[in-house]
């Protein structure tokens, strides 16, 4: 029972350690990085030869309860809008003298004012709660699950990914549509990056291998005390252990970069949220 109990807190230090890991930058970012300020932000003193990733981090425009495209920033309209702190669940917001619930809709936006980079540009772009579609410049660069104004018609679906874009013309516009119906919370999570392709997809492939890693790592584990427990019935810590840990292991399938998404395209995202809360 004793090395059990020893085995429980190994693995427990193991785990926090490559998650930690995982979720670090591997590469240089921005000293003082510039904040977003009135829907706009601008990078153009960047220097990415020294730097290969800043967070786009401060004031966005979020229009509640609003779908909207780029097509509809062209037109001679002056949409309701608020400036809002990005990242952070949209449940942190209080519009209008109202707070805002984890379920509902909306639409971010951010003028990005890009330096001349000699190398490609990407977005490192943690998933939002829990649809969305994305357009830099007009185009689409990233949907995921069905962006909706219900819960009848919308569909939750969120991993992370590494998204190349085009910064030719110094100016970058960012239109987000996010819906949520299936989540406590809404909204953007965690920081969006802009930085050197490269490094951002080196970045991502690292964390996946970590993450990876660690669900083998666990399920060996969990198979080793389930095989000792078959050969020592009396062993029932052993048992439970390697329940508890084989049980845990799908976290990492279902966090971070969401890995389970890829591996089963198809299974719904709300038994992933069950079994990631579980």
Not at 103 to 113: M, N, P
Not at 124 to 140: D, M, R
Not at 205 to 217: D, E, K, Q, R, V
């Amino acid at each position: 029972k004793q090395a059990i109990f020893f085995s429980f807190v190994f693995s427990l230090l193991f785990v926090l350690n490559m998650e930690a890991t995982a979720a670090a930058p591997s590469d240089r970012q921005v000293d003082t990085p510039p904040i977003a300020a009135s829907g706009s932000i601008d990078l153009q003193s960047i220097d990415w030869q020294n730097s290969s990733r800043v967070k786009l981090d401060g004031e966005w425009e979020f229009y509640y309860q609003n779908l909207l495209t780029p097509q509809d920033f062209t037109e001679a309209v002056a949409y309701p809008h608020h400036l809002v702190k990005v990242p952070g669940p949209w449940n942190n917001y209080i519009l209008d003298g109202e707070p805002v619930e984890g379920s509902g809709y909306g639409t971010y936006r951010l003028i990005i004012y890009a330096p001349d980079a000699s190398r490609p540009l990407a977005l490192s772009f943690p998933f939002p709660y829990t649809a969305h579609k994305l357009w830099a410049n007009g185009q689409l660069i990233s949907e995921a699950g069905v962006v909706s104004t219900s819960a009848d018609t919308g569909e939750g679906r969120f991993y992370d990914k590494v998204i190349p874009i085009d910064a030719a013309g110094g100016r970058i516009e960012l239109v987000m549509q996010v819906s949520n119906f299936i989540h406590n919370k809404g909204g953007p999570r965690r920081s969006i990056v802009l930085g050197d392709y490269d490094a951002l997809e080196r970045e991502y492939s690292n964390s996946t291998a970590i993450h990876l890693f660690t669900f083998g790592f666990m399920i060996a584990l969990g198979l080793t005390y389930s095989f000792f427990f078959l050969i020592r019935h009396s062993e029932k810590a052993a048992a439970f252990f390697a329940a508890f840990v084989m049980i845990f292991s799908l976290r990492e399938l279902t966090t971070g970069n969401s890995i389970v998404v890829y591996l089963l395209p198809h299974l719904p995202q709300a038994f992933i949220l069950r079994v990631e809360y579980t």
